[in-house]
């Protein structure tokens, strides 16, 4: 028996591929940090991590004069950061998520250890290749990480609702609301998980303070629907 069912994992396994077994690997990208080694169809520099190519000595030369400059341009490596992350979060506003990806990347370079660089990517793999599942992974990652954007929560439990985790977006979504009670769409989501939880009376108070907040156009268009299914007064 056994013997059976060692030789049926071995035929399960082999029926998955390399490419499966590659999109398992795991990849220390920081100290203490690890993530999926999962790439993309695109140039390295408009993915996660530069797409976790191997670099030649010419090119981590390059990435250290890299870093070197614009610490010197910007006038230290803090808000040399700040500015890649400034400009890669006005691209993704922009729904231009390959240039996203490349301010991402030098954020990455310059402070590979901080929250924002795995929500940023976070956020590309999402937007640009759907893939639903590292995204969450990039997620869970960001919220461990030092300094994370008071937007954080908003985004992840909008990607658990995307998901169709109902019950696990509405705890996120809470904490998303504290974390920024003036972000509009946070309160809206969080009306949706109250709806969809049974709350109705919490839902319709959490749409209230969305109006209030002015929602972005898309999300304000659900509000209608989620005060009718709430039966909002």
């Known amino acids: 028996m056994m013997r059976n069912a060692i030789g049926l994992l071995l035929i399960a396994l082999a029926l998955l591929g390399p490419s499966r077994a590659a999109w398992a690997q795991t990849v220390e990208v ?3 940090v ?5 790439t993309y169809k695109v140039p390295s520099d408009e993915q ?10 010419e090119q ?15 006038g230290s490596k803090e808000k ?16 231009r998520f390959g240039e996203a990806a490349k301010r991402f990347n030098q954020a990455y370079l310059l402070a590979p250890e901080q929250s924002g660089v795995y929500h940023g990517f976070a956020m590309v793999v999402q937007g640009r290749f759907n893939d639903l599942g590292y995204a969450d992974e990039l997620f869970k990652v960001a919220r461990k990480q030092p300094n994370p954007l008071k937007a954080l929560n908003a985004d992840y439990g909008k990607l658990l609702l995307m998901e169709n985790r109902v019950a696990d977006a509405k705890p996120v979504l809470e904490q998303a609301v504290i974390d920024k009670p003036d972000l509009g769409d946070a309160w809206a989501y969080l009306a949706f998980a109250r709806m969809k ?5 919490g839902a319709c108070a959490a749409a209230d303070e969305a109006t209030k907040r002015r929602p972005s156009a898309s999300v304000g268009r659900d509000l209608i629907f989620i005060k009718r299914d709430a039966k909002c007064h």
């Open 30 to 32: 920081a100290p203490g």
């Open 34 to 38: 690890q993530v999926t080694r999962k």
């Open 48 to 57: 996660p991590f530069f797409g976790f190519a191997e670099k030649t000595e």
């Open 60 to 74: 981590r030369e390059a990435d250290a004069k890299f870093v070197a400059d614009i610490t010197e341009t910007a």
């Open 80 to 95: 040399a950061f700040e500015a890649a992350m400034l400009r890669g979060w006005q691209a993704i506003t922009a729904n």
């Open 197 to 201: 939880t049974g709350d109705n009376n």
